[in-house]
Antibody, heavy 122, light 107 residues
Framework: EVQLVESGGDLVPPGGSLRLSCVASGFTFSDNHMDWVRQAPGKGLEWVGRVRNKAASHTTEYVASVKGRFTISRDDSKNSMFLQMSSLKTEDTAVYYC?????????????WGQGTQVTVSS | DTQLTQSPSFLSASIGDRVTITCRASQGINNYLIWYQQKPGKAPKVLIHAASTLQSGVPSRFSGSGSGTEFTLTISSLQPEDFATYYCQQDNSYPLTFGGGTKVEIK
């Protein structure tokens, strides 16, 4: 069974930094791309970014609103993905979900973690 | 960026009603269109992928159709457990994007 467990969410002041973690189990982590999606309170879903698998050299993609401030990385030896967030803004307040997208030609976010809350406020 | 426009944003319906939600893309997305259902406090779950393929375990009252830039999610007979928020998402090009959501509530 696929399991994704996020941690690291907290209350941080504007301009601060935070590192989220996602520990995965139940599948071959190194074979899979991994994503982050966030959801602000009462709002819709926003894709944050992706770190590709080892075969794709762990390259990354980001949404424009976080580019240059957020960095996604992974440690395949620990089945873990990370989201390093810096220069945080109040609009970054959201639940952050770790996602395992489908592997191969079929494209969908078929496994989600429970989410971790990030609140940016003074 | 590919913008996805969902309509309506809010829908009030009764048990047994046929419900249709539309998702329009600002450019062609090669049918890489996914529909999700989200209930309060929970992560979204996949209903439909590749525009019209029913996800395993999802009831057959859910169906997806469309191509090019216009896509539709249909619930043939609304059930109590279907009251939720529905999102479309495109996986054709970066940045991956979601529609704004459609909240389905009980009339």
């Amino acid at each position: 069974e696929v399991q994704l467990v996020e941690s690291g969410g907290d209350l941080v002041p504007p301009g601060g930094s935070l590192r989220l973690s996602c520990v995965a189990s139940g599948f071959t982590f190194s074979d899979n791309h991994m994503d982050w999606v966030r959801q602000a309170p009462g709002k819709g879903l926003e894709w944050v970014g992706r770190v590709r698998n080892k075969a794709a050299s762990h390259t990354t993609e980001y949404v424009a609103s976080v580019k240059g401030r957020f960095t996604i990385s992974r440690d395949d030896s620990k089945n873990s993905m990370f989201l390093q967030m810096s220069s945080l803004k109040t609009e970054d307040t959201a639940v952050y979900y770790c996602i395992k997208p489908s592997h191969g030609a079929v494209r969908k976010f078929d496994h989600w973690g429970q989410g971790t809350q990030v609140t940016v406020s003074s | 960026d590919t913008q996805l426009t969902q309509s309506p944003s809010f829908l009030s319906a009764s048990i047994g009603d046929r419900v249709t939600i539309t998702c329009r893309a600002s450019q062609g997305i090669n049918n890489y269109l996914i529909w999700y259902q989200q209930k309060p406090g929970k992560a979204p779950k996949v209903l439909i992928h590749a525009a019209s393929t029913l996800q395993s375990g999802v009831p057959s009252r859910f169906s997806g159709s469309g191509s090019g830039t216009e896509f539709t999610l249909t619930i043939s007979s609304l059930q109590p457990e279907d009251f939720a928020t529905y999102y479309c998402q495109q996986d054709n090009s970066y940045p991956l994007t979601f529609g704004g959501g459609t909240k389905v509530e009980i009339k």
